[in-house]
């Protein structure tokens, strides 16, 4: 019986030394593991895929679908008589889709010179820290207008000279859970302008930014510095656009709620084309309504 005893410790006596340098090399492991550093990557520097009127860097992820509605009423200044601009509307339809995380491509029409749009936005670089460290965000817009409103036919004779084209770097950084920022040189070029004083080309600024009131709500501000050499000249005149407004996380949805002095809603009408004035009450309230639908399984 003794003997007995003494065989089965000395086995499991054995089992335990055995043990030991498994259980050690498991645990190196996963420390060596926990060790090597991660990277840790910026999300929601924007709520929505637009600061106010224009692109944020933000888009779809893959196999996700953003139905969009815009609406811009009429200017403040219109008076009483027309409800303080209520009595207007110009709207804006744009179904958008992530083809991959890094690339989303939209389609739209707006009843603003009954333009038809489309748009492809592609992700360069996304901010990050840790393994790889990345200071900013950096995408890139193209996006090409068709004006399809029914005037002057002898001038827009053909559809290629209804045409517009704007190129766009999106360049944004989120300072904190608070605070984000981002500038947008752009560049736009017309085939056709309205009047010979008018240039072909346009060079703008944007910067814009949001910070965050609560855990659903945003306030968003966004201005587009415009470069017209010869703006004394032309026969209407042209104001920067300036925007504010408010975003509201609800789910599924984000409502923007705004004010602006830019009628249009895509970067060819609101950069080239804003002829309202804050300071003479040509300002418009407006929103943005876009619903999330997804297909991944």
Do not use: C
Not at 30 to 50: I, N
Not at 139 to 151: A, G, R, V
Not at 222 to 227: G, I
Request: proline letters at 3%.
């Amino acid at each position: 019986m003794t003997k007995k005893l003494l065989t089965s410790a000395l086995i499991l006596g054995m089992i335990v030394l055995y043990s030991i340098p498994a259980k050690s090399q498991d645990l190196d492991s996963l420390l060596e593991k926990e060790a090597v550093p991660q990277t840790t990557y910026a999300t929601a520097t924007f709520k929505s895929t637009r600061i106010v009127n224009g692109h944020s860097v933000e888009r779809m992820k893959k196999k996700q679908l953003e139905f969009r509605v815009s609406h811009r009423f009429g200017q403040v200044n219109d008076g009483s008589y027309k409800l303080w601009g209520l009595d207007q509307g110009t709207i804006h339809l744009a179904l958008e889709y992530g083809l991959t995380d890094w690339l989303e491509v939209g389609i739209g029409r707006s009843t603003y010179e009954k333009t038809f749009d489309g748009f492809g936005k592609i992700s360069l670089l996304r901010q990050s820290n840790g393994a790889k460290n990345m200071p900013i965000h950096l995408s890139y817009l193209l996006s090409t207008e068709l004006i399809s409103f029914k005037t002057n036919p002898e001038k827009y004779k053909d559809v290629f000279s209804r045409m517009s084209f704007v190129n766009q770097i999106l360049i944004a950084r989120k300072f904190n859970e608070s605070f984000s920022a981002q500038l947008t040189p752009t560049f736009i070029h017309r085939n056709l302008v309205p009047s010979e004083l008018e240039r072909n080309d346009l060079f703008a600024m944007g910067v814009g930014g949001r910070y965050k009131l609560s855990k659903r709500i945003a306030f968003n501000v966004e201005y587009y510095y415009v470069y017209r050499a010869n703006s004394s000249s032309l026969p209407v005149t042209y104001y920067n656009p300036l925007s504010v407004g408010i975003d509201i996380e609800t789910g599924g949805h984000v409502f923007q709620i705004m004010l602006t002095n830019s009628q249009a809603m895509r970067e060819g009408g609101f950069i080239g084309k804003t002829e309202g004035k804050w300071s003479d009450g040509g300002i418009r309230l407006g929103f943005n309504i876009s619903r999330v639908f997804s297909f991944n399984k």
